[in-house]
């Protein structure tokens, strides 16, 4: 049986490689991109350098800076309106997951019209788009290289998972110096979710030997470096590494499919405002000990390429580590519980049957290696709130 790979049709990635946009915009003949970013990025001035590099290349560029964490519908409409206003021909994502998210869905929507809920899973769209090129400026979310966008519903606070061909990028540029600023909280929740991705991608349902390959080696590097990366961010090699591994962790998902921690993680971020790398860091875990009778020999592989079992030990042993080295992981990077995070015990308490409904309704859990009930998901939720 055959398999489904998509990919950027190109990526420059290297100490630099930023620099070389308005070279990949020429290549692709485009004139008139509208830069899609935040307003943090706009203060420290990143976001005018590649306007500037923009410009330098005899390009037309503009900005919308009006992206904000968890992008939502609503701040889609402003955006739509700089893209109209520009009588752009493509988009550029610069950012972490957030900006690149919003600019997938602003590419679809300028072409093709609707709104974000048309294109909600179990749909997949494959129609008229605009080019889209993503800079990350995090080691985490892997978008740039992914078939996905998630964008919050501001009516329902649902996050909406939305698939497809047409919100994958046409080139990526991945150039780890843009995250050497990083601090250690974001370094640790976007580190985690790129070692969420590549793990689920690795115990998928869904999982075949391609995208098996890229999770394994990002798996691996993340185990090498996310701790150097943590406490010492200016290490440029571990930078580097996660930056790489990151990307690998996107290409692996968005070829196979993330699982339950991500079903789960989705929820707490629409409802609760938590950053998703940190919702997925406090699953993971918990959900990962749920999990492991489904998929034993999958997890144990994880555990050695994550190098706390030899290759040699039992299969069940190994997995049964892996569980423990990633509580230890979230304990080194001060991962708090959902109660430390200063969430509400009644409202979460209240919120879990919606949370649990959301998770099966994104249809991420259907590929975990243990399919839950709605029962079990809440249980879950139950058990991680402290």
Same mark, same amino acid.
């Given at each position: 049986?055959?398999?489904?790979?998509? &990919?950027?049709?190109?990526?420059?990635? #290297?100490?630099?490689?930023?620099?070389?946009? #308005?070279?990949?915009?020429?290549?692709?003949?485009?004139?008139?991109?509208?830069?899609?970013?935040?307003? %943090?990025?706009?203060?420290?001035?990143?976001?005018?350098?590649?306007?500037?590099? &923009?410009?330098?290349?005899?390009?037309?560029?503009?900005?919308?800076? #009006?992206?904000?964490?968890?992008?939502?519908?609503? +701040?889609?409409?402003?955006?739509?309106?700089? !893209?109209?206003?520009?009588?752009?021909?493509?988009?550029?994502?610069?950012?972490?997951?957030?900006?690149?998210?919003?600019?997938?869905? &602003?590419?679809?929507?300028?072409?093709?019209?609707?709104?974000?809920?048309?294109?909600?899973?179990?749909?997949?769209?494959?129609?008229?788009?605009?080019?889209?090129?993503? /800079?990350?400026?995090?080691?985490?979310?892997?978008?740039?290289?992914?078939?996905?966008?998630?964008?919050?519903?501001?009516?329902?606070?649902?996050?909406? &998972? +939305?698939?497809?061909?047409?919100?994958?990028? /046409?080139?990526?540029?991945?150039?780890?110096?843009?995250? *050497?600023?990083?601090?250690?909280? !974001?370094?640790? =929740?976007?580190?985690?979710?790129?070692?969420?991705?590549?793990?689920?991608?690795?115990?998928?349902?869904?999982?075949?030997?391609?995208?098996? #390959?890229?999770?394994?080696?990002? $798996?691996?590097? /993340?185990?090498?470096?996310?701790?150097?990366? %943590?406490? =010492?961010?200016?290490?440029?090699?571990?930078?580097?590494?996660?930056?790489?591994?990151?990307? @690998?962790?996107?290409?692996?998902?968005?070829?196979?499919?993330?699982?339950?921690?991500?079903?789960?993680?989705?929820? $707490?971020?629409?409802?609760?405002?938590?950053?998703?790398?940190?919702?997925?860091?406090?699953?993971?875990?918990?959900?990962?000990?749920?999990?492991?009778?489904?998929?034993?020999?999958? %997890?144990?592989? +994880?555990?050695?390429?994550?190098?706390?079992?030899?290759?040699?030990?039992?299969?069940?042993?190994?997995?049964?580590?892996?569980?423990?080295?990633?509580?230890?992981? +979230? @304990? =080194?990077?001060?991962?708090?519980?959902?109660?430390?995070?200063? $969430?509400?015990?009644?409202?979460?308490?209240?919120? $879990?049957? !919606?949370?649990?409904?959301?998770?099966?309704?994104?249809?991420?859990?259907?590929?975990?290696?243990?399919?839950?009930?709605?029962?079990?998901?809440?249980?879950?939720?139950?058990? *991680?709130?402290?």
């Amino acid at each position: 049986m055959s398999v489904q790979v998509a &990919l950027p049709r190109f990526a420059r990635i #290297g100490a630099g490689a930023v620099n070389e946009i #308005g070279t990949v915009v020429a290549q692709l003949s485009l004139q008139r991109p509208v830069v899609i970013t935040d307003k %943090y990025l706009t203060s420290t001035g990143a976001a005018e350098r590649v306007m500037n590099l &923009l410009r330098a290349a005899g390009v037309t560029p503009a900005l919308f800076d #009006g992206t904000v964490p968890d992008p939502t519908t609503e +701040c889609l409409e402003d955006g739509l309106r700089v !893209l109209a206003d520009h009588r752009a021909d493509s988009v550029i994502g610069f950012g972490g997951g957030s900006p690149i998210d919003t600019a997938k869905a &602003l590419a679809v929507l300028s072409a093709r019209g609707g709104t974000m809920r048309e294109y909600k899973a179990p749909n997949a769209y494959s129609g008229p788009s605009l080019p889209i090129i993503a /800079i990350p400026t995090t080691a985490g979310s892997g978008s740039e290289a992914t078939q996905f966008t998630v964008i919050t519903d501001s009516a329902s606070d649902e996050k909406m &998972l +939305c698939p497809g061909l047409s919100f994958l990028p /046409i080139a990526t540029i991945v150039d780890f110096e843009l995250t *050497v600023s990083m601090p250690p909280r !974001l370094t640790a =929740d976007t580190g985690i979710d790129a070692l969420t991705h590549a793990i689920e991608a690795y115990v998928s349902r869904k999982a075949h030997p391609f995208s098996d #390959g890229l999770a394994i080696a990002a $798996i691996r590097t /993340i185990g090498k470096n996310i701790r150097t990366a %943590y406490q =010492d961010g200016a290490n440029t090699t571990a930078r580097e590494a996660m930056m790489i591994a990151s990307t @690998q962790a996107g290409m692996a998902f968005s070829n196979s499919s993330v699982a339950l921690v991500h079903g789960m993680s989705r929820p $707490i971020g629409a409802h609760f405002h938590v950053a998703h790398g940190l919702s997925n860091a406090m699953l993971l875990p918990a959900v990962t000990t749920f999990s492991i009778s489904g998929a034993e020999s999958r %997890y144990a592989d +994880c555990a050695r390429a994550f190098g706390v079992a030899a290759e040699s030990a039992n299969d069940s042993v190994a997995a049964w580590f892996f569980v423990d080295a990633l509580t230890e992981l +979230c @304990q =080194d990077l001060k991962v708090p519980t959902p109660l430390a995070y200063g $969430i509400d015990r009644d409202r979460w308490n209240e919120l $879990i049957p !919606l949370m649990a409904h959301q998770a099966l309704e994104s249809g991420s859990p259907g590929n975990n290696p243990v399919v839950p009930t709605a029962d079990q998901i809440e249980t879950l939720y139950s058990d *991680v709130f402290e």
